[in-house]
């Protein structure tokens, strides 16, 4: 299995910038898809942004433009980078994995980003 452990959230004012860090450990092979997701009070979780083995991206309409994922597969680790940061960002973010085999899925157990106004 796989264990994911977020980094790096916080209280920010409203155009403030943060940067998340996820690190993978345990059975890391053949794990193809990594980013984040993310949960603000009372709405469900939705997707943040991912990222494949070979680089391609994917993000939310909502954060384009604002937020950046990248890895690093020497470290095992996943980043989010978060500029232009708004109260609507405010929430419990997850790091997610997923892989190859089966689509097997795996979650860390969420790091707090506030954003005040």
């Known amino acids: 299995q796989v264990q994911l452990v977020e980094s790096g959230g916080g209280l920010v004012q409203a155009g403030g910038s943060l940067r998340l860090s996820c690190v993978a450990s345990?059975?890391?092979?053949?794990?193809?898809?990594m980013g984040w997701y993310r949960q603000a009070p009372g709405k469900q979780r939705e997707l943040v942004g991912l990222?494949?083995?070979?680089?391609?991206?994917r993000y939310a309409d909502s954060v384009k433009g604002r937020f950046t994922v990248s890895r690093d597969n020497a470290k095992n680790t996943v980043y989010l980078q978060m500029n232009g940061l708004k109260p609507e960002d405010t929430g419990v973010y997850y790091c997610?994995?997923?892989?190859?085999?089966?689509?097997?899925?795996?979650w860390g157990q969420g790091t707090q980003v506030t954003v005040s106004s």
């Open positions: 345990g059975s890391i092979f053949n794990i193809n898809a």
């Open positions: 997610y994995a997923q892989k190859v085999v089966g689509g097997v899925q795996y």
């Open positions: 990222i494949s083995s070979s680089g391609m991206t």
